[in-house]
């Protein structure tokens, strides 16, 4: 209730109000920002993964010039020899305009990250394009390694994904998923979440698959650590994932343990309607920010 309502109010707070808020989930608005904040964590002994906010391009010009960013982005890991790779959203180079333009569109960004032996990882939208997104990067590992895809924990469908994806060894980023889904998609008891999740994480390291585990449940890290014992898994095996700005101090007790940890990064001037997406998408996360913003532990 308390959720929805912040949800409800969210379009009436100021825009300054908004940016204050989310400015310590994304990096700024501009590359120098995000290559500033990834070379902090670089040194704090973090890796990262960068990724050009937008989505739901309407016009190809705008897919375009996403491209064009991401080419940036990649050149400039290249020059400042930092440890990131790029995660992109189908939706933002194109998915929705036509699908072979969007297959085109990321076609370039992974072939750009090959010439410097870089990885793409490409994330997981709301379920409408969940199939697109699976077949275009199954048509993209024909040809190119160097590139992941996400699979959400919540889907009902998840584990068929990751039964048939597993055994073509992908890269699997594995969370539990943002978009509110009706129940027929995606399971709705948060206990059935993390149990899915631990059963996916299963499922990809004893298929051998190489899986970043992106959460700030400690539930999940902790049955993801039971299982990577009882499986005998290698450290390189696997690595945590976070977003920036989120539950610092699990990030630092899984750096200091010695895990490897990759944090998201999100820049760009199209902060506003991400955060207000985001908001929407889920109120969870819109009780996180205000409590965050009134210093509510
Ligand atoms: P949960 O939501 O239960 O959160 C656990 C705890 O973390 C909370 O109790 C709270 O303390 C803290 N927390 C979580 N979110 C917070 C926030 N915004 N601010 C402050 N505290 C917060 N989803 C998707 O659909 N497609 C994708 O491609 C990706 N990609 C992705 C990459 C990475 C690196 C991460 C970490 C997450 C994603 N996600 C995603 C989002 C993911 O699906 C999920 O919505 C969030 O990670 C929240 O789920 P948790 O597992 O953290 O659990």
Not at 37 to 50: E, I, P, R, S, Y
Not at 179 to 208: C, M, Q, S, W
Request: glycine share 4%; net charge positive; proline share 3%.
């Amino acid at each position: 209730m308390l959720n929805k309502m912040i949800v409800l109010t969210m379009p009436v707070i100021p825009r300054a109000i908004v940016r204050l808020v989310s400015k310590r989930y994304i990096a700024g608005d501009s590359l120098p920002d995000a290559i500033r904040t990834v070379k902090q964590l670089n040194t704090q002994g973090m890796v990262a993964t960068l990724d050009v906010l937008g989505e739901s391009a309407a016009k190809a010009e705008e897919s375009a010039a996403a491209v064009e960013e991401y080419f940036r982005v990649l050149d400039a890991i290249d020059k400042e020899r930092l440890d990131c790779n790029v995660s992109v959203k189908p939706t933002q180079l194109g998915m929705l305009i036509d699908k072979k333009l969007c297959y085109e569109n990321i076609e370039k960004i992974v072939q750009k990250a090959n010439l410097y032996k870089n990885f793409v990882r490409i994330d997981m939208e709301d379920s409408s394009v969940t199939s697109d997104t699976i077949d275009l990067f199954l048509q993209l590992k024909k040809e190119y390694d160097q590139v992941g895809i996400v699979i959400q924990a919540y889907l009902r469908r998840s584990i068929d994904d990751v039964n048939r994806l597993a055994r073509l060894k992908t890269n699997f980023r594995l969370c539990k998923g943002i978009y509110i889904e009706p129940r027929e998609i995606a399971y709705k008891h948060p206990d059935i979440i993390v149990k899915n999740f631990a059963f996916l994480v299963e499922k990809t390291l004893h298929a051998g698959c190489y899986i970043g585990i992106a959460t700030h449940d400690e539930k999940v890290v902790w049955e993801s650590l039971r299982l990577i014992d009882r499986l005998g898994c290698k450290r390189d095996a696997f690595e945590f994932q976070m977003l920036l700005g989120v539950d610092e101090q699990l990030r630092k007790i899984l750096v200091d343990a010695g895990y490897k940890l990759r944090v998201y990064v999100p820049y760009g001037r199209q902060w506003y309607a991400y955060s207000m997406r985001r908001l929407k998408e889920n109120p969870k996360i819109a009780f996180y920010i205000i409590k965050a913003f009134f210093g509510i532990k």
